[in-house]
């Protein structure tokens, strides 16, 4: 390096220390995809940021973002293919002074994608909001954008770290990175607000303190839990290398796992979803089927330390009579469950690690269950006997999420409003993906100028009501990105199915192979 070159450094290092909006020339990139260009920049909290576009370097860039954005990924959705296009983006003060991030402008060229390249890119997107939007000191997964600085979602956290797995695996960020990350968020969990080794619903990311989730629901969230222990019982196999991280990392995870007592609630014969150490098991909320809360049993009678009796997984999870249902619906057969399924992710969450696969149980196989479950909301919405706009075979799925009157269940009949979340056909992926795949285009090709943000599909939209949320919830996100790997590749089941834990589990239960 030439002498002149050193000093120049030496000069920015030592001006970074007195100027409150540095120049980082290394810090934004642009990345080209079909029919939009991705930036990504790092950011500090609390920070808003203007975009700017042109069409060379040296000519005129216009503003594209309406209003300030406080995060340091953006995807400008142009529509267009083959065209080159360059961006800058500036720190905007309090008052609305503005100071570029970046002394030359990045460029990207947008390209027609194959389907493989398109699907690769949908889910890099996605993994942005597990990896860039995380909390930025425990690495948790936060529960919702926007306004959720330190609210982290337990369960969402199992889908994050999944996320980082599939991340590394598909290289979207090195293996080193992921461990690291992993091993941050596992170090925080355990030394987190645990109840008799339960997590809370919501984590502060910053403190590790429960959040209360509503007046008793201010202890342990067991079905939360499950959801969080899936995931890392999933990526302790994955990272298996004698590195010093992957080697603690699985040692963090074994210890949380093994310190989760299951049979602490376990009462007459169920699981119960909530204990409260001011309110104790008042809720009274019992775990049963058919919902998502399958894995809450897999898991209490896989414990090694902890476990429930096996027996419990026909008397209390299975025990509903209403469990079997066994009636068709567009003559299609679902075996269990509310009728028409009810709503989409409850066939979803529990099947995000435990491959269904080759197996049932005495009342069906999940994974023709979940399929069938799934083309009967893709029949109900073609037929749309609510006669909503836009409803047809490529715009179905009903599911949990935001919609035009607040946070809702929405499902097959009653309480259907109209809104479809990406979600639900996008986490049916691995049960249809023909028909999730054509979706999945549609969202993206027809509606995508509206429908697509920072981390990919917005959580939902309601076209009789010309209405398109702009936020995301992790919960909804997590499937994405994680049944599309499983479609892909199995990565997700492939690794959970690998604990020494689970077989016997299965044969402890009944299970059979088909």
């Not at 969990?189 to 502060?204: P, V």
């Amino acid at each position: 390096m030439k002498n002149s070159d050193f000093m120049k450094r030496v000069w920015a290092v030592a001006l970074c220390a007195f100027v409150v909006f540095p120049v980082i020339s290394s810090a934004l990139t642009a990345k080209g995809a079909d029919s939009r260009v991705d930036l990504v920049w790092k950011v500090a909290e609390g920070k808003a940021y203007a975009i700017y576009r042109g069409t060379s370097a040296d000519g005129t860039f216009n503003k594209v973002n309406a209003t300030p954005h406080r995060i340091g990924v953006y995807s400008d959705f142009t529509r267009q293919n083959g065209r080159l296009y360059f961006y800058k983006v500036a720190e905007v003060e309090k008052g609305g002074r503005e100071h570029f991030i970046s002394e030359n402008p990045v460029s990207a060229r947008t390209r027609k994608m194959t389907d493989a390249e398109l699907v690769t890119s949908i889910q890099e997107a996605t993994f942005r909001y597990f990896w860039d939007y995380a909390h930025p000191q425990s690495g948790l997964t936060r529960e919702r954008y926007f306004n959720s600085k330190d609210g982290c979602a337990t369960g969402g956290t199992g889908f994050g770290v999944l996320a980082i797995m599939i991340g590394v695996n598909r290289e979207f960020i090195s293996r080193k990175e992921g461990a690291e990350r992993l091993l941050t968020m596992a170090r925080f969990l355990e030394k987190s607000d645990r109840y008799h080794g339960a997590w809370a619903h919501w984590l502060n990311g910053s403190t590790g303190k429960t959040i209360r989730f509503s007046q008793k629901d201010d202890g342990a969230d067991i079905v939360e839990t499950a959801l969080l222990m899936q995931g890392l019982l999933t990526v302790r196999q994955y990272f298996d290398q004698n590195t010093l991280v992957e080697k603690e990392l699985r040692k963090t995870i074994t210890r949380l796992w093994k310190t989760v007592e299951w049979d602490w609630f376990l009462k007459d014969g169920h699981m119960i979803w909530h204990w409260s150490p001011n309110h104790g098991f008042e809720k009274n909320h019992k775990v049963r089927g058919y919902n998502e809360c399958m894995i809450v049993y897999l898991l209490g009678i896989a414990s090694p330390t902890h476990p429930i009796p096996a027996s419990t997984y026909y008397e209390g999870w299975a025990g509903n009579p209403n469990y079997a249902n066994g009636k068709k619906y567009y003559g299609i057969k679902q075996a269990v469950g509310k009728p028409m399924g009810g709503t989409l992710f409850m066939s979803q969450y529990s099947f995000i690690c435990f491959d269904p696969r080759g197996k049932r149980d005495k009342f069906a196989n999940y994974f023709e269950n979940a399929r069938a479950i799934s083309l009967i909301h893709r029949a109900y919405s073609r037929e749309n006997p609510k006669n909503f706009k836009g409803y047809n075979s490529l715009v179905w799925g009903l599911t949990a999420c935001y919609t035009p009157d607040g946070y809702r269940g929405c499902q097959p009949g009653k309480y259907d409003n109209g809104t479809i979340a990406p979600t639900a056909a996008l986490g049916s992926m691995p049960f249809t993906p023909k028909e999730s795949l054509a979706t999945l285009k549609f969202f993206y090709h027809q509606l995508g100028d509206r429908l697509w943000g920072p981390f990919g599909f917005y959580d939902s939209f309601n076209l009789d009501r010309n209405w398109f949320s702009d936020g995301y919830i992790a919960i909804d996100q997590g499937p994405i990105l994680c049944m599309i790997e499983n479609a892909r590749t199995g990565l997700c089941w492939n690794n959970f199915m690998k604990n020494q834990e689970i077989q016997p589990m299965l044969d402890a239960i009944g299970w059979e192979s088909e």
